[in-house]
Protein backbone atom coordinates (compact mmCIF):
# COMPACT_ATOMS: atom_id res chain seq x y z
CA UNK A 1 0.00 0.00 0.00
CA UNK A 2 1.19 3.23 -1.13
CA UNK A 3 1.90 5.69 2.03
CA UNK A 4 0.25 9.40 1.20
CA UNK A 5 2.61 12.01 -0.24
CA UNK A 6 4.03 14.21 2.81
CA UNK A 7 3.76 17.45 0.73
CA UNK A 8 -0.16 16.53 -0.06
CA UNK A 9 -0.50 16.05 3.53
CA UNK A 10 0.88 19.17 4.59
CA UNK A 11 -1.14 21.32 2.11
CA UNK A 12 -4.04 19.28 3.24
CA UNK A 13 -3.54 19.79 7.55
CA UNK A 14 -3.00 23.71 6.34
CA UNK A 15 -6.46 23.29 4.44
CA UNK A 16 -8.19 22.25 7.75
CA UNK A 17 -6.62 25.02 9.57
CA UNK A 18 -8.01 27.32 7.16
CA UNK A 19 -11.63 25.91 7.32
CA UNK A 20 -11.07 25.77 11.15
CA UNK A 21 -9.48 30.13 11.16
CA UNK A 22 -12.75 31.07 8.90
CA UNK A 23 -15.44 28.94 10.59
CA UNK A 24 -14.15 31.22 14.09
CA UNK A 25 -16.10 34.12 12.75
CA UNK A 26 -16.38 34.03 8.60
CA UNK A 27 -17.22 37.92 8.16
CA UNK A 28 -13.99 39.20 10.56
CA UNK A 29 -11.70 37.09 8.16
CA UNK A 30 -13.53 38.30 5.04
CA UNK A 31 -13.29 35.36 2.80
CA UNK A 32 -10.99 32.44 1.72
CA UNK A 33 -9.69 31.65 -1.73
CA UNK A 34 -9.38 28.11 -2.69
CA UNK A 35 -7.90 27.21 -5.68
CA UNK A 36 -9.00 23.48 -6.86
CA UNK A 37 -10.85 21.67 -9.42
CA UNK A 38 -14.44 20.70 -8.89
CA UNK A 39 -14.13 17.05 -6.86
CA UNK A 40 -14.01 15.10 -3.74
CA UNK A 41 -11.28 16.76 -2.19
CA UNK A 42 -13.03 20.20 -2.76
CA UNK A 43 -16.42 19.23 -1.63
CA UNK A 44 -15.02 17.51 1.61
CA UNK A 45 -13.10 20.93 2.24
CA UNK A 46 -16.74 22.55 2.27
CA UNK A 47 -18.60 20.27 4.13
CA UNK A 48 -15.57 20.57 7.06
CA UNK A 49 -16.24 24.25 7.10
CA UNK A 50 -20.03 23.77 7.24
CA UNK A 51 -19.70 21.21 9.70
CA UNK A 52 -17.36 24.16 11.82
CA UNK A 53 -20.06 26.65 11.48
CA UNK A 54 -22.96 27.16 14.12
CA UNK A 55 -26.03 24.91 12.77
CA UNK A 56 -27.90 27.92 12.37
CA UNK A 57 -25.60 29.73 9.65
CA UNK A 58 -26.70 30.86 6.30
CA UNK A 59 -25.14 28.98 2.96
CA UNK A 60 -25.58 30.26 -0.23
CA UNK A 61 -24.10 29.65 -3.61
CA UNK A 62 -23.51 32.09 -6.09
CA UNK A 63 -23.94 30.86 -9.91
CA UNK A 64 -21.29 31.60 -11.95
CA UNK A 65 -22.67 33.96 -13.77
CA UNK A 66 -25.04 35.25 -11.59
CA UNK A 67 -26.87 38.63 -12.82
CA UNK A 68 -26.62 41.91 -10.80
CA UNK A 69 -30.51 41.95 -9.75
CA UNK A 70 -29.94 38.35 -8.49
CA UNK A 71 -26.53 39.12 -6.64
CA UNK A 72 -28.32 42.91 -5.05
CA UNK A 73 -31.88 42.52 -5.53
CA UNK A 74 -33.63 44.04 -8.25
CA UNK A 75 -36.99 43.98 -10.46
CA UNK A 76 -39.07 40.54 -9.80
CA UNK A 77 -40.02 40.35 -13.45
CA UNK A 78 -42.87 37.96 -12.58
CA UNK A 79 -44.12 39.77 -9.96
CA UNK A 80 -44.07 42.96 -11.55
CA UNK A 81 -45.75 41.63 -14.67
CA UNK A 82 -48.72 40.05 -12.86
CA UNK A 83 -49.31 43.11 -10.76
CA UNK A 84 -48.37 46.15 -13.06
CA UNK A 85 -46.33 47.56 -10.94
CA UNK A 86 -42.33 47.01 -9.44
CA UNK A 87 -42.39 44.59 -7.51
CA UNK A 88 -38.29 43.94 -5.69
CA UNK A 89 -36.93 40.76 -5.05
CA UNK A 90 -34.09 39.79 -2.31
CA UNK A 91 -30.27 39.39 -3.35
CA UNK A 92 -28.32 36.65 -2.57
CA UNK A 93 -25.83 38.84 -0.95
CA UNK A 94 -29.15 39.74 1.66
CA UNK A 95 -30.20 36.67 1.86
CA UNK A 96 -26.77 35.35 3.58
CA UNK A 97 -26.56 37.92 5.89
CA UNK A 98 -24.31 37.15 8.99
CA UNK A 99 -23.66 33.52 7.03
CA UNK A 100 -21.49 32.29 4.07
CA UNK A 101 -21.29 32.58 0.21
CA UNK A 102 -19.75 30.15 -1.99
CA UNK A 103 -18.88 31.95 -5.54
CA UNK A 104 -18.69 29.75 -7.59
CA UNK A 105 -16.25 29.89 -10.67
CA UNK A 106 -14.71 33.08 -9.38
CA UNK A 107 -12.31 33.39 -11.70
CA UNK A 108 -14.79 34.05 -14.82
CA UNK A 109 -16.83 36.32 -12.74
CA UNK A 110 -17.64 39.37 -14.10
CA UNK A 111 -16.13 42.94 -13.37
CA UNK A 112 -19.44 44.72 -12.44
CA UNK A 113 -19.86 41.44 -10.27
CA UNK A 114 -16.98 41.28 -8.57
CA UNK A 115 -17.19 45.14 -7.86
CA UNK A 116 -20.40 44.58 -6.10
CA UNK A 117 -18.56 41.87 -4.02
CA UNK A 118 -15.88 44.25 -3.15
CA UNK A 119 -17.99 47.03 -2.02
CA UNK A 120 -20.47 44.52 0.33
CA UNK A 121 -17.02 43.05 1.82
CA UNK A 122 -15.95 46.53 2.68
CA UNK A 123 -19.25 48.58 3.35
CA UNK A 124 -21.16 45.66 5.35
CA UNK A 125 -24.02 46.62 2.99
CA UNK A 126 -25.28 46.74 0.01
CA UNK A 127 -27.41 49.62 -2.13
CA UNK A 128 -29.69 49.05 -4.88
CA UNK A 129 -30.12 52.09 -7.20
CA UNK A 130 -31.60 50.01 -10.39
CA UNK A 131 -34.72 49.19 -12.70
CA UNK A 132 -36.34 52.27 -10.53
CA UNK A 133 -36.13 50.51 -7.35
CA UNK A 134 -33.94 51.96 -4.62
CA UNK A 135 -33.21 50.63 -1.51
CA UNK A 136 -30.35 49.78 1.67
CA UNK A 137 -29.44 46.71 3.51
CA UNK A 138 -26.84 45.86 5.73
CA UNK A 139 -25.74 42.18 5.45
CA UNK A 140 -22.53 40.51 7.00
CA UNK A 141 -20.91 37.77 5.39
CA UNK A 142 -17.75 35.61 4.72
CA UNK A 143 -16.88 34.39 1.01
CA UNK A 144 -15.51 31.49 0.08
CA UNK A 145 -14.63 31.91 -3.65
CA UNK A 146 -13.76 28.37 -5.26
CA UNK A 147 -11.10 29.08 -8.13
CA UNK A 148 -10.84 26.53 -11.29
CA UNK A 149 -8.59 28.39 -13.05
CA UNK A 150 -5.54 26.08 -14.55
CA UNK A 151 -2.82 28.64 -14.62
CA UNK A 152 -1.76 32.28 -13.72
CA UNK A 153 -3.93 34.03 -15.80
CA UNK A 154 -6.87 32.64 -14.36
CA UNK A 155 -7.11 33.38 -11.10
CA UNK A 156 -9.67 35.67 -9.47
CA UNK A 157 -9.19 39.34 -9.90
CA UNK A 158 -6.78 40.88 -7.48
CA UNK A 159 -9.03 43.43 -6.13
CA UNK A 160 -11.53 40.43 -4.33
CA UNK A 161 -7.93 38.50 -3.83
CA UNK A 162 -6.95 41.51 -1.85
CA UNK A 163 -9.99 41.44 0.12
CA UNK A 164 -9.86 37.52 1.10
CA UNK A 165 -7.47 36.75 3.76
CA UNK A 166 -6.55 33.00 3.51
CA UNK A 167 -5.69 31.65 0.40
CA UNK A 168 -5.75 27.81 -0.32
CA UNK A 169 -4.35 25.57 -3.03
CA UNK A 170 -5.90 22.02 -3.20
CA UNK A 171 -4.85 20.84 -7.11
CA UNK A 172 -1.71 18.68 -5.21
CA UNK A 173 -4.50 16.72 -2.65
CA UNK A 174 -5.65 13.40 -3.23
CA UNK A 175 -8.68 11.90 -1.53
CA UNK A 176 -6.05 9.74 0.23
CA UNK A 177 -4.46 12.55 1.87
CA UNK A 178 -7.67 13.24 3.77
CA UNK A 179 -7.76 13.32 7.65
CA UNK A 180 -10.48 14.64 9.71
CA UNK A 181 -10.40 18.16 11.93
CA UNK A 182 -9.67 17.64 15.84
CA UNK A 183 -11.68 20.59 16.26
CA UNK A 184 -15.85 20.38 16.47
CA UNK A 185 -18.51 23.41 16.31
CA UNK A 186 -18.61 23.93 19.87
CA UNK A 187 -14.98 24.51 20.43
CA UNK A 188 -14.61 27.08 17.35
CA UNK A 189 -17.56 29.11 18.79
CA UNK A 190 -15.15 28.79 22.64
CA UNK A 191 -12.30 29.75 20.42
CA UNK A 192 -14.42 32.77 19.25
CA UNK A 193 -15.02 34.25 22.47
CA UNK A 194 -11.29 34.01 23.59
CA UNK A 195 -9.86 35.21 20.26
CA UNK A 196 -11.65 38.68 20.58
CA UNK A 197 -10.08 39.35 23.99
CA UNK A 198 -6.15 38.27 22.95
CA UNK A 199 -3.77 40.60 22.68
CA UNK A 200 -1.33 40.64 19.71
CA UNK A 201 2.53 41.24 20.43
CA UNK A 202 4.39 44.03 18.89
CA UNK A 203 6.73 42.11 17.90
CA UNK A 204 4.90 39.45 16.51
CA UNK A 205 3.34 42.47 14.29
CA UNK A 206 7.03 44.02 13.51
CA UNK A 207 7.75 40.12 12.83
CA UNK A 208 4.32 39.47 10.68
CA UNK A 209 5.65 43.28 8.61
CA UNK A 210 9.22 42.09 7.86
CA UNK A 211 8.19 39.08 6.22
CA UNK A 212 5.40 41.01 3.93
CA UNK A 213 7.77 43.39 3.02
CA UNK A 214 10.16 40.45 2.69
CA UNK A 215 8.12 38.55 0.18
CA UNK A 216 6.92 41.86 -1.62
CA UNK A 217 3.78 42.18 -0.72
CA UNK A 218 2.77 45.91 -0.56
CA UNK A 219 -1.42 45.94 0.56
CA UNK A 220 -2.20 47.12 4.30
CA UNK A 221 -5.00 45.06 3.82
CA UNK A 222 -2.94 41.66 3.77
CA UNK A 223 -1.50 43.33 6.77
CA UNK A 224 -4.85 43.88 8.85
CA UNK A 225 -5.64 40.47 7.84
CA UNK A 226 -2.96 39.08 9.28
CA UNK A 227 -2.87 40.34 11.96
CA UNK A 228 -6.18 38.64 12.33
CA UNK A 229 -5.52 35.27 11.44
CA UNK A 230 -2.61 35.25 14.04
CA UNK A 231 -4.74 35.91 16.99
CA UNK A 232 -7.40 33.20 15.72
CA UNK A 233 -4.47 30.43 15.03
CA UNK A 234 -3.19 31.18 18.43
CA UNK A 235 -6.28 30.95 20.15
CA UNK A 236 -7.02 27.59 18.51
CA UNK A 237 -3.67 25.83 18.66
CA UNK A 238 -3.86 26.73 22.63
CA UNK A 239 0.18 26.80 22.75
CA UNK A 240 1.38 28.45 26.00
CA UNK A 241 5.21 27.92 24.76
CA UNK A 242 5.13 31.07 22.26
CA UNK A 243 3.70 32.69 18.69
CA UNK A 244 5.98 30.69 16.24
CA UNK A 245 3.71 28.00 15.32
CA UNK A 246 1.28 30.83 14.80
CA UNK A 247 3.46 32.99 12.85
CA UNK A 248 4.53 30.23 10.51
CA UNK A 249 0.76 29.32 9.81
CA UNK A 250 -0.37 32.52 9.30
CA UNK A 251 2.57 33.25 6.77
CA UNK A 252 1.59 29.98 5.22
CA UNK A 253 -1.87 30.89 4.83
CA UNK A 254 -2.22 34.16 3.74
CA UNK A 255 1.54 36.20 2.84
CA UNK A 256 3.34 32.89 0.79
CA UNK A 257 0.61 32.92 -1.41
CA UNK A 258 0.86 36.56 -2.31
CA UNK A 259 4.31 36.30 -2.47
CA UNK A 260 5.88 38.23 -5.68
CA UNK A 261 9.59 37.71 -4.98
CA UNK A 262 12.38 35.90 -3.12
CA UNK A 263 13.02 37.08 -0.04
CA UNK A 264 16.56 38.93 -0.55
CA UNK A 265 19.27 37.75 2.02
CA UNK A 266 22.38 37.33 1.90
CA UNK A 267 21.78 33.35 1.48
CA UNK A 268 19.82 33.95 -1.83
CA UNK A 269 20.45 32.26 -5.06
CA UNK A 270 22.66 34.70 -7.87
CA UNK A 271 19.54 34.75 -9.92
CA UNK A 272 17.90 37.82 -7.66
CA UNK A 273 18.02 40.85 -9.33
CA UNK A 274 21.54 42.69 -9.13
CA UNK A 275 20.04 46.15 -7.90
CA UNK A 276 17.75 44.40 -4.82
CA UNK A 277 19.07 45.15 -1.41
CA UNK A 278 19.37 42.56 1.31
CA UNK A 279 17.36 42.79 4.22
CA UNK A 280 19.46 44.44 7.41
CA UNK A 281 19.04 41.55 10.02
CA UNK A 282 21.15 43.11 12.62
CA UNK A 283 19.41 46.72 12.01
CA UNK A 284 15.80 45.11 12.81
CA UNK A 285 17.24 43.14 15.68
CA UNK A 286 18.71 46.77 17.53
CA UNK A 287 15.01 48.50 16.80
CA UNK A 288 13.10 46.05 18.18
CA UNK A 289 11.26 46.72 21.81
CA UNK A 290 12.30 44.82 24.87
CA UNK A 291 9.64 42.31 25.45
CA UNK A 292 11.04 40.63 28.54
CA UNK A 293 12.05 37.31 27.22
CA UNK A 294 9.02 36.45 26.26
CA UNK A 295 8.58 36.56 22.48
CA UNK A 296 12.61 36.45 20.84
CA UNK A 297 13.31 38.58 17.45
CA UNK A 298 12.11 36.54 14.79
CA UNK A 299 12.62 38.00 11.25
CA UNK A 300 15.62 36.14 10.29
CA UNK A 301 14.30 33.02 11.33
CA UNK A 302 11.27 33.45 9.76
CA UNK A 303 12.75 34.64 6.95
CA UNK A 304 15.29 31.95 6.50
CA UNK A 305 12.55 29.67 6.89
CA UNK A 306 10.33 30.81 4.30
CA UNK A 307 13.20 30.47 1.92
CA UNK A 308 14.23 27.17 2.93
CA UNK A 309 10.28 25.77 2.48
CA UNK A 310 8.98 27.34 -0.65
CA UNK A 311 7.81 25.07 -3.21
CA UNK A 312 9.63 24.44 -6.54
CA UNK A 313 6.36 25.74 -8.65
CA UNK A 314 6.39 29.02 -6.45
CA UNK A 315 10.31 29.09 -6.17
CA UNK A 316 10.22 29.27 -10.10
CA UNK A 317 7.09 31.79 -10.39
CA UNK A 318 9.03 33.77 -7.86
CA UNK A 319 12.35 33.92 -9.69
CA UNK A 320 10.45 34.99 -13.13
CA UNK A 321 8.58 37.35 -11.61
CA UNK A 322 11.56 38.74 -10.17
CA UNK A 323 13.84 38.99 -13.63
CA UNK A 324 10.08 40.62 -14.87
CA UNK A 325 10.09 42.96 -12.60
CA UNK A 326 13.61 44.52 -13.37
CA UNK A 327 12.83 44.35 -16.66
CA UNK A 328 10.21 46.43 -16.99
CA UNK A 329 8.48 44.69 -19.77
CA UNK A 330 5.69 46.32 -21.69
CA UNK A 331 4.46 43.09 -23.73
CA UNK A 332 1.09 41.96 -23.70
CA UNK A 333 -0.41 38.76 -21.38
CA UNK A 334 -0.85 35.28 -23.43
CA UNK A 335 -3.95 34.59 -24.87
CA UNK A 336 -5.41 38.04 -24.53
CA UNK A 337 -8.94 38.43 -24.07
CA UNK A 338 -10.98 39.56 -26.94
CA UNK A 339 -14.77 40.93 -27.19
CA UNK A 340 -17.16 38.77 -29.26
CA UNK A 341 -20.83 38.99 -30.02
CA UNK A 342 -21.24 35.61 -31.24
CA UNK A 343 -19.04 33.13 -29.13
CA UNK A 344 -17.19 32.69 -26.09
CA UNK A 345 -17.93 33.37 -22.19
CA UNK A 346 -20.93 35.22 -21.61
CA UNK A 347 -20.11 38.76 -19.58
CA UNK A 348 -23.14 40.11 -19.68
CA UNK A 349 -25.62 42.42 -21.27
CA UNK A 350 -25.83 45.88 -23.22
CA UNK A 351 -27.35 48.18 -25.19
CA UNK A 352 -27.33 46.73 -29.25
CA UNK A 353 -29.31 45.94 -32.23
CA UNK A 354 -29.69 41.95 -32.67
CA UNK A 355 -30.30 42.51 -36.50
CA UNK A 356 -26.61 43.15 -36.59
CA UNK A 357 -26.03 39.14 -35.89
CA UNK A 358 -25.75 39.32 -31.94
CA UNK A 359 -27.88 37.48 -29.55
CA UNK A 360 -30.80 39.45 -28.29
CA UNK A 361 -31.62 38.44 -24.49
CA UNK A 362 -34.62 38.16 -23.96
CA UNK A 363 -35.38 38.68 -19.83
CA UNK A 364 -32.63 41.68 -19.62
CA UNK A 365 -34.81 43.29 -22.52
CA UNK A 366 -37.65 43.09 -20.50
CA UNK A 367 -36.43 44.37 -17.70
CA UNK A 368 -35.30 47.35 -19.40
CA UNK A 369 -38.96 47.93 -20.88
CA UNK A 370 -40.49 47.96 -17.69
CA UNK A 371 -40.14 50.83 -15.80
CA UNK A 372 -41.27 52.77 -18.92
CA UNK A 373 -44.39 50.59 -19.47
CA UNK A 374 -46.73 53.73 -17.41
CA UNK A 375 -45.25 56.07 -19.06
CA UNK A 376 -45.67 54.51 -22.93
CA UNK A 377 -49.47 53.25 -22.03
CA UNK A 378 -50.19 57.35 -21.27
CA UNK A 379 -48.24 58.52 -24.51
CA UNK A 380 -49.87 55.70 -26.57
CA UNK A 381 -53.55 55.78 -25.24
CA UNK A 382 -54.27 58.57 -27.96
CA UNK A 383 -52.77 56.54 -31.00
CA UNK A 384 -53.78 52.90 -30.63
CA UNK A 385 -57.31 51.58 -28.56
CA UNK A 386 -55.14 47.46 -28.82
CA UNK A 387 -54.32 46.25 -25.25
CA UNK A 388 -50.80 45.66 -25.25
CA UNK A 389 -49.14 43.83 -22.17
CA UNK A 390 -45.68 45.31 -22.64
CA UNK A 391 -44.59 47.81 -25.24
CA UNK A 392 -40.69 47.44 -26.00
CA UNK A 393 -38.79 50.08 -28.08
CA UNK A 394 -35.70 49.68 -29.57
CA UNK A 395 -33.44 51.40 -27.08
CA UNK A 396 -34.63 48.53 -25.01
CA UNK A 397 -33.02 45.66 -26.89
CA UNK A 398 -30.06 43.88 -24.78
CA UNK A 399 -27.91 41.81 -26.59
CA UNK A 400 -25.58 39.06 -24.70
CA UNK A 401 -21.61 40.09 -25.35
CA UNK A 402 -19.10 37.32 -25.28
CA UNK A 403 -15.19 37.01 -24.46
CA UNK A 404 -13.19 34.82 -26.09
CA UNK A 405 -9.09 34.13 -26.04
CA UNK A 406 -7.00 34.84 -28.68
CA UNK A 407 -5.17 31.76 -29.80
CA UNK A 408 -2.07 31.28 -27.78
CA UNK A 409 1.16 29.60 -29.43
CA UNK A 410 4.45 28.50 -27.09
CA UNK A 411 7.14 27.77 -29.35
CA UNK A 412 9.67 25.23 -27.45
CA UNK A 413 13.09 25.86 -28.92
CA UNK A 414 15.65 23.00 -27.78
CA UNK A 415 19.34 22.52 -27.46
CA UNK A 416 19.39 19.01 -29.10
CA UNK A 417 23.30 19.16 -29.45
CA UNK A 418 26.48 17.04 -27.58
CA UNK A 419 27.08 19.52 -25.68
CA UNK A 420 23.61 19.32 -24.17
CA UNK A 421 22.84 16.47 -21.83
CA UNK A 422 20.42 13.86 -23.50
CA UNK A 423 18.62 13.88 -20.30
CA UNK A 424 17.97 17.38 -20.77
CA UNK A 425 16.45 16.72 -24.27
CA UNK A 426 14.04 14.33 -22.43
CA UNK A 427 13.20 17.02 -19.77
CA UNK A 428 12.24 18.90 -22.95
CA UNK A 429 9.91 16.35 -24.08
CA UNK A 430 8.28 16.30 -21.55
CA UNK A 431 7.55 19.72 -20.81
CA UNK A 432 5.90 19.63 -23.94
CA UNK A 433 4.10 16.82 -23.07
CA UNK A 434 2.72 18.27 -20.20
CA UNK A 435 1.58 22.12 -21.97
CA UNK A 436 -0.01 19.46 -24.25
CA UNK A 437 -2.04 17.90 -21.72
CA UNK A 438 -3.61 21.25 -21.15
CA UNK A 439 -4.13 22.51 -24.54
CA UNK A 440 -7.59 20.46 -24.31
CA UNK A 441 -9.03 23.17 -22.11
CA UNK A 442 -6.98 26.30 -22.56
CA UNK A 443 -6.98 25.70 -25.99
CA UNK A 444 -3.45 26.52 -26.82
CA UNK A 445 -0.74 25.60 -29.26
CA UNK A 446 2.67 23.91 -28.90
CA UNK A 447 5.64 24.27 -31.23
CA UNK A 448 8.62 22.51 -31.34
CA UNK A 449 12.07 23.74 -32.88
CA UNK A 450 15.32 21.69 -32.40
CA UNK A 451 18.92 22.52 -33.22
CA UNK A 452 21.43 20.45 -33.49
CA UNK A 453 24.24 19.89 -36.07
CA UNK A 454 24.83 22.54 -38.68
CA UNK A 455 20.62 23.49 -38.94
CA UNK A 456 17.32 23.72 -37.16
CA UNK A 457 14.52 22.24 -37.88
CA UNK A 458 10.93 23.24 -37.17
CA UNK A 459 9.77 19.16 -35.51
CA UNK A 460 6.24 20.00 -34.48
CA UNK A 461 4.17 23.10 -35.88
CA UNK A 462 1.77 24.69 -33.98
CA UNK A 463 -0.72 22.53 -32.76
CA UNK A 464 -2.96 20.66 -29.99
CA UNK A 465 -2.61 16.99 -30.74
CA UNK A 466 -0.87 15.03 -27.97
CA UNK A 467 -0.46 11.94 -29.93
CA UNK A 468 1.06 13.80 -32.66
CA UNK A 469 3.81 15.47 -30.44
CA UNK A 470 4.20 12.15 -28.63
CA UNK A 471 5.10 10.70 -32.02
CA UNK A 472 7.90 13.62 -33.07
CA UNK A 473 9.70 13.71 -30.20
CA UNK A 474 10.37 10.52 -29.17
CA UNK A 475 11.69 10.41 -32.65
CA UNK A 476 14.16 13.69 -31.21
CA UNK A 477 17.52 12.61 -31.42
CA UNK A 478 20.64 14.26 -30.27
CA UNK A 479 24.49 15.00 -30.89
CA UNK A 480 26.32 17.33 -32.97
CA UNK A 481 26.76 20.82 -32.96
CA UNK A 482 24.95 23.91 -31.67
CA UNK A 483 23.68 26.55 -34.33
CA UNK A 484 22.05 28.43 -32.27
CA UNK A 485 21.98 31.31 -34.52
CA UNK A 486 19.50 29.14 -37.10
CA UNK A 487 17.62 28.20 -34.61
CA UNK A 488 16.71 31.84 -34.02
CA UNK A 489 16.24 32.84 -37.44
CA UNK A 490 13.24 29.92 -37.25
CA UNK A 491 12.19 30.97 -34.66
CA UNK A 492 11.33 34.70 -36.14
CA UNK A 493 9.90 32.68 -39.04
CA UNK A 494 7.52 31.01 -36.79
CA UNK A 495 6.85 34.69 -34.46
CA UNK A 496 5.86 36.26 -37.38
CA UNK A 497 3.88 33.98 -39.31
CA UNK A 498 1.78 33.03 -35.74
CA UNK A 499 1.24 36.97 -35.23
CA UNK A 500 0.22 37.55 -38.61
CA UNK A 501 -2.83 34.95 -37.72
CA UNK A 502 -3.77 36.82 -34.97
CA UNK A 503 -2.15 34.38 -32.31
CA UNK A 504 -0.52 35.51 -29.13
CA UNK A 505 2.87 33.62 -29.35
CA UNK A 506 5.51 33.46 -26.55
CA UNK A 507 8.47 31.13 -26.97
CA UNK A 508 10.62 29.02 -24.38
CA UNK A 509 14.66 28.63 -24.94
CA UNK A 510 16.43 25.79 -23.41
CA UNK A 511 19.88 25.62 -24.02
CA UNK A 512 23.56 25.94 -22.55
CA UNK A 513 24.58 28.60 -24.34
CA UNK A 514 27.63 27.09 -26.23
CA UNK A 515 26.41 28.28 -29.72
CA UNK A 516 30.14 26.58 -32.18
CA UNK A 517 28.56 26.43 -35.72
CA UNK A 518 27.62 30.21 -37.40
CA UNK A 519 25.02 30.54 -40.06
CA UNK A 520 27.25 29.43 -43.14
CA UNK A 521 27.73 26.03 -41.14
CA UNK A 522 31.62 26.53 -40.45
CA UNK A 523 32.85 25.95 -37.21
CA UNK A 524 33.96 28.74 -34.54
CA UNK A 525 32.48 29.72 -31.36
CA UNK A 526 33.19 33.15 -30.78
CA UNK A 527 31.53 33.92 -34.39
CA UNK A 528 28.79 31.73 -33.70
CA UNK A 529 28.24 33.40 -30.50
CA UNK A 530 28.37 36.98 -32.27
CA UNK A 531 26.08 35.41 -34.63
CA UNK A 532 23.45 34.78 -32.12
CA UNK A 533 23.34 37.91 -30.17
CA UNK A 534 23.39 39.88 -33.62
CA UNK A 535 20.08 37.80 -34.69
CA UNK A 536 18.90 37.84 -31.13
CA UNK A 537 18.57 41.81 -31.08
CA UNK A 538 15.78 40.99 -34.33
CA UNK A 539 13.82 39.14 -32.49
CA UNK A 540 13.00 41.47 -29.34
CA UNK A 541 11.62 43.64 -31.99
CA UNK A 542 8.85 41.73 -32.13
CA UNK A 543 5.50 41.09 -30.12
CA UNK A 544 6.57 37.88 -28.55
CA UNK A 545 7.46 37.51 -24.26
CA UNK A 546 10.30 34.65 -24.30
CA UNK A 547 11.85 32.83 -21.24
CA UNK A 548 15.44 31.43 -21.55
CA UNK A 549 16.24 28.46 -19.76
CA UNK A 550 19.93 27.67 -18.82
CA UNK A 551 20.26 24.33 -18.84
CA UNK A 552 23.86 23.98 -17.92
CA UNK A 553 25.24 22.65 -14.46
CA UNK A 554 26.52 25.88 -13.62
CA UNK A 555 24.72 29.29 -14.70
CA UNK A 556 25.90 30.38 -18.18
CA UNK A 557 27.32 33.39 -19.14
CA UNK A 558 26.30 33.09 -22.63
CA UNK A 559 23.26 32.20 -21.75
CA UNK A 560 22.82 35.12 -19.61
CA UNK A 561 23.66 37.32 -22.74
CA UNK A 562 21.70 35.65 -25.13
CA UNK A 563 18.35 36.46 -22.43
CA UNK A 564 19.58 39.67 -22.32
CA UNK A 565 20.17 40.34 -26.10
CA UNK A 566 16.48 38.76 -26.30
CA UNK A 567 15.01 40.91 -24.03
CA UNK A 568 13.57 37.77 -23.01
CA UNK A 569 13.46 36.00 -19.06
CA UNK A 570 16.91 34.26 -17.75
CA UNK A 571 15.95 31.49 -15.76
CA UNK A 572 18.80 28.93 -14.52
CA UNK A 573 17.37 25.46 -13.61
CA UNK A 574 20.34 23.05 -13.43
CA UNK A 575 18.29 20.38 -11.96
CA UNK A 576 14.88 20.79 -13.38
CA UNK A 577 12.60 18.30 -14.42
CA UNK A 578 10.11 18.05 -16.72
CA UNK A 579 7.55 19.40 -13.94
CA UNK A 580 9.45 22.63 -12.93
CA UNK A 581 10.47 23.39 -16.82
CA UNK A 582 6.42 23.48 -17.69
CA UNK A 583 5.62 25.47 -14.50
CA UNK A 584 8.22 27.81 -15.33
CA UNK A 585 7.55 28.43 -18.89
CA UNK A 586 3.65 28.77 -17.55
CA UNK A 587 4.36 31.60 -15.25
CA UNK A 588 6.61 33.21 -17.54
CA UNK A 589 4.31 33.17 -20.11
CA UNK A 590 0.81 33.90 -18.75
Avoid at 61 to 68: D, F, G, K, L, W
Avoid at 89 to 101: A, F, K, M, P, R
Avoid at 531 to 556: F, M
Wanted: hydrophobic letters at 40%; charged letters at 25%.
Amino acid sequence: MNEPNTGAKNLWLDAILAAEVFATDPSFIGGVRVRSLPGPVRETWLELVQHLLPEDTKWRRIPAHVSESRLLGGLDLAATLKYGRPVAETGILQECDNGVSILAMAERTSRAIIAHLCSALDQKSVTLEREGLRGYAKTSFGLITLDEGLDQDEGIAASLQDRLAILIDLHGVSVNDLIESNLNASEISEARSKASNLTVPEEVTRTLCATSEALGIESSRVMIMAHRIVRIIKTLLADSSGWDNAIASTIRLALLPRATRLPFQDQADDSLPPDAEPIDQEEQADTSPDTSGKIEPMQEQILESVLANLPPELLARLKVQSHRASQARNAGKMGQMQRSFKRGRPMGTMPGDPRRGARLNLLATLRAAVPWQKVRAEKSQSVSKTQVKVRVQREDFRVVRFRQRASTITIFVVDASGSSALHRLSEAKGAVELMLADCYVRRDQVALIAFRGNSAELLLPPTRSLLRAKRELSALPGGGGTPLSSALELTIQMIERSCREGATVGYVILTDGRANISRDGTQGREQAIEEALEVAKSVRLLDARGLVIDTSQRANRNSEQLASALDAVYLPLPHADANSLSAAAQANLA
